[in-house]
């Protein structure tokens, strides 16, 4: 027993430390990104790329919005480099539980694309410090909208500091004149830090890798596959500053179904281990009409465990994911047209363990069974009017459509969440050109959403509905997703290239969004982002 203890809790100690040498090598390799963007700013970029431009320039390229990276090889291929750096705050009431009622984000982007002889590479990394104040009900994971039922909640709102970084690129080579190979990879670390008892501290990471083909089967008509996998790990230590208060903490395990325990003074440590595997398929004509269709299929398979030194098994959940997106481009000679059309099917089935804690060999898993469902169905139609312009375009006019419906079911003792919503929204951005000289560009736009809820019905068919898990977060989140709402929003962009013989672009952006509910608490929530960069 002892033995197994010992070998147990220096496995924790050597998984700690791989954690902190995997953060630090993506800090290193993030910098190392943003020393190389800055480097190429000596290089000629094939465009003057204002905001409206680098807008146009990702929506007409079909394939760089996809997960098959050998087809950026058939969008354009320009070289570009940007970076910015943004503050965005959210204020109001208006949120799910388990976000701040103020959030602070500081956030630092580098993207850009080079060609490489005959490899076009491209690669972005993004670093966000964030400060969450007054979220409830969450006391263990970094991501609590993630899909993982079995985590820990309490009953005091704290603030919380985050850090995420999250580095990801993309290569395509030609190996012939029909054939394209090619590899996405991302890697996310992201760290989280409760700041009143009971205390966390969670680290989540993931590492991503998606290898691609694509064959032509003629000039305008090709067809792509790719594969999926990624791992997940989730390290959260749970742990009370203050012995003498008695704090109640939640073992949950879905629609509010929890176990209380009178605290945890010896502190609790959640693991959470998946692994992911999925594909994805792609269809294109490139004609006068630019056509896409692509379908990816995941599944994912994560397991909750308590504890490191004597794991627990508290559950498992069975995560599958269905996309099909249809994707639509034409450019006239005076008004371009760009259409999306998007199906999104998702199953999850939590299995929870009955286990016993043998003396010898620790935790032993005696049965499991599905105990849990949770299915959620999206379909949306976005549609774009461009009217074409030199830089980019002159002015945009879009719209979309958005049904959504959730069902889930715990399944004993019964409980259950049904809803569904529709979102209609509008936008509308107009380009004006201030000046020929040195590219001076003011880039405005404004939007409207309204979120209609058609249904909605909660019941907790448990034995504790007094619980906090029940009538704190169960119902706020209940209310909050069955909540008819609208915003409004605008926006403005300035740019201009920094001298006459500078292909560097300068930009400065605002944009402000107020969004109001009048249903159970007449609540509302605001956000503000500003940010400053370049691209050249």
């Given at each position: 027993?002892?033995s197994y203890?010992n070998?147990?809790m220096n496995?924790?100690m050597?998984?700690?430390?791989?954690?902190?040498?995997?953060?630090?090598?993506?800090?290193?390799?993030g910098?190392?990104?943003?020393?190389f963007?800055?480097?190429v700013?000596?290089?000629k970029?094939?465009?003057?790329?204002?905001?409206?431009a680098?807008?146009?320039?990702k929506?007409t390229?079909?394939?760089?919005?996809?997960s098959?990276a050998a087809?950026?090889?058939l969008?354009?291929?320009?070289?570009?480099?940007?970076?910015?750096?943004?503050?965005?705050?959210?204020?109001?009431?208006f949120?799910?539980?388990?976000q701040?009622?103020?959030e602070n984000n500081?956030?630092?982007s580098?993207?850009?694309?080079e060609?490489l002889?005959?490899?076009?590479?491209?690669?972005?990394?993004d670093?966000?410090?964030?400060?969450?104040?007054?979220?409830?009900?969450?006391?263990?994971l970094?991501d609590?909208?993630?899909?993982?039922p079995?985590?820990?909640?309490?009953?005091?709102a704290?603030?919380w500091?985050?850090?995420h970084?999250?580095?990801?690129f993309?290569?395509?080579?030609p190996?012939?004149s029909k054939?394209m190979?090619?590899i996405?990879?991302s890697?996310?670390?992201?760290?989280?830090?409760?700041?009143r008892?009971?205390?966390?501290?969670?680290r989540?990471?993931t590492?991503d890798?998606?290898?691609?083909?694509v064959?032509?089967?003629a000039?305008?008509h090709?067809?792509?596959?790719n594969?999926?996998?990624y791992?997940l790990?989730?390290y959260?230590e749970?742990?009370i500053?203050n012995?003498y208060?008695?704090?109640?903490?939640?073992e949950?395990?879905g629609l509010?179904?929890?176990?209380?325990?009178?605290?945890i003074?010896?502190?609790r440590d959640?693991v959470?281990i998946g692994n992911?595997?999925?594909f994805?398929?792609?269809y294109?004509y490139s004609?006068p009409?630019?056509?896409?269709?692509?379908?990816e299929?995941?599944?994912?398979?994560e397991?909750?465990?308590?504890g490191q030194?004597?794991?627990?098994?508290?559950?498992?959940v069975k995560d599958?994911?269905?996309v099909?997106?249809?994707?639509?481009?034409?450019?006239g000679e005076r008004?371009?047209h760009?259409l999306?059309l998007e199906?999104l099917?998702?199953h999850?089935?939590?299995?929870?363990y009955v286990t016993?804690l043998?003396?010898?060999t620790?935790?032993e898993?005696?049965?499991s069974d599905?105990?849990?469902?949770?299915r959620t169905?999206?379909?949306?139609v976005?549609?774009t009017?461009?009217?074409?312009?030199?830089?980019?375009y002159?002015?945009?006019?879009?719209?979309e459509?958005?049904?959504?419906?959730k069902?889930?079911?715990?399944?004993?003792?019964?409980?259950?969440m049904?809803y569904?919503?529709?979102?209609?929204?509008?936008?509308?951005k107009?380009?004006i050109?201030?000046?020929?000289?040195?590219s001076?560009?003011?880039?405005?736009?404004?939007?409207?959403?309204y979120?209609?809820?058609?249904?909605?019905?909660?019941?907790y068919?448990?034995?504790?509905p007094?619980?906090?898990?029940?009538?704190?977060?169960m119902r706020?989140d209940f209310?909050y997703?069955?909540?008819s709402?609208?915003?409004v929003g605008a926006?403005?962009a300035?740019?201009q290239?920094?001298?006459?013989?500078?292909?560097v672009t300068?930009f400065a952006?605002?944009a402000?969004?107020?969004?109001?509910?009048?249903d159970?608490h007449?609540t509302?929530?605001?956000?503000?982002l500003i940010?400053v960069?370049c691209?050249?």
């Amino acid at each position: 027993m002892e033995s197994y203890i010992n070998r147990k809790m220096n496995e924790k100690m050597n998984e700690k430390m791989n954690e902190k040498i995997i953060i630090r090598y993506s800090f290193l390799t993030g910098a190392l990104l943003f020393v190389f963007f800055w480097s190429v700013k000596a290089q000629k970029t094939d465009k003057i790329l204002s905001p409206a431009a680098m807008e146009w320039m990702k929506t007409t390229n079909l394939w760089r919005q996809t997960s098959n990276a050998a087809g950026v090889l058939l969008d354009d291929t320009i070289r570009y480099s940007e970076l910015s750096a943004a503050y965005d705050a959210y204020r109001g009431a208006f949120r799910r539980p388990e976000q701040g009622e103020r959030e602070n984000n500081l956030t630092f982007s580098a993207e850009g694309a080079e060609k490489l002889k005959n490899t076009y590479v491209w690669g972005r990394f993004d670093y966000m410090r964030q400060t969450v104040g007054d979220a409830r009900y969450n006391a263990s994971l970094a991501d609590p909208f993630r899909g993982m039922p079995y985590y820990v909640i309490d009953e005091n709102a704290s603030n919380w500091n985050n850090q995420h970084y999250d580095l990801a690129f993309k290569a395509a080579y030609p190996a012939s004149s029909k054939l394209m190979l090619g590899i996405e990879g991302s890697y996310r670390a992201w760290i989280g830090a409760k700041q009143r008892d009971i205390r966390v501290d969670s680290r989540l990471y993931t590492i991503d890798l998606k290898p691609s083909v694509v064959y032509a089967l003629a000039p305008d008509h090709h067809i792509g596959a790719n594969l999926h996998y990624y791992n997940l790990k989730e390290y959260s230590e749970m742990s009370i500053l203050n012995v003498y208060i008695l704090q109640n903490a939640y073992e949950m395990y879905g629609l509010g179904n929890a176990r209380r325990t009178s605290g945890i003074d010896n502190g609790r440590d959640g693991v959470y281990i998946g692994n992911n595997a999925g594909f994805g398929l792609q269809y294109a004509y490139s004609g006068p009409l630019q056509v896409l269709f692509t379908t990816e299929w995941d599944k994912k398979v994560e397991d909750a465990q308590v504890g490191q030194s004597l794991p627990r098994d508290e559950g498992t959940v069975k995560d599958v994911r269905w996309v099909t997106r249809l994707r639509a481009f034409r450019k006239g000679e005076r008004w371009s047209h760009a259409l999306t059309l998007e199906y999104l099917h998702r199953h999850i089935d939590g299995i929870e363990y009955v286990t016993l804690l043998n003396e010898s060999t620790g935790w032993e898993s005696l049965r499991s069974d599905i105990r849990s469902k949770y299915r959620t169905q999206n379909t949306a139609v976005r549609y774009t009017l461009f009217a074409n312009g030199a830089d980019g375009y002159d002015w945009l006019l879009g719209g979309e459509v958005v049904y959504s419906k959730k069902k889930d079911d715990y399944l004993l003792p019964a409980s259950q969440m049904t809803y569904e919503n529709i979102i209609f929204a509008l936008r509308a951005k107009k380009n004006i050109r201030l000046s020929a000289r040195l590219s001076k560009r003011l880039l405005l736009g404004v939007d409207t959403r309204y979120n209609a809820n058609l249904s909605g019905y909660y019941r907790y068919g448990g034995v504790y509905p007094d619980y906090v898990a029940v009538t704190g977060l169960m119902r706020s989140d209940f209310e909050y997703l069955t909540s008819s709402f609208y915003s409004v929003g605008a926006s403005a962009a300035y740019s201009q290239r920094l001298n006459d013989r500078s292909g560097v672009t300068a930009f400065a952006k605002a944009a402000f969004s107020y969004t109001h509910s009048g249903d159970y608490h007449s609540t509302n929530r605001s956000r503000l982002l500003i940010s400053v960069g370049c691209n050249f």
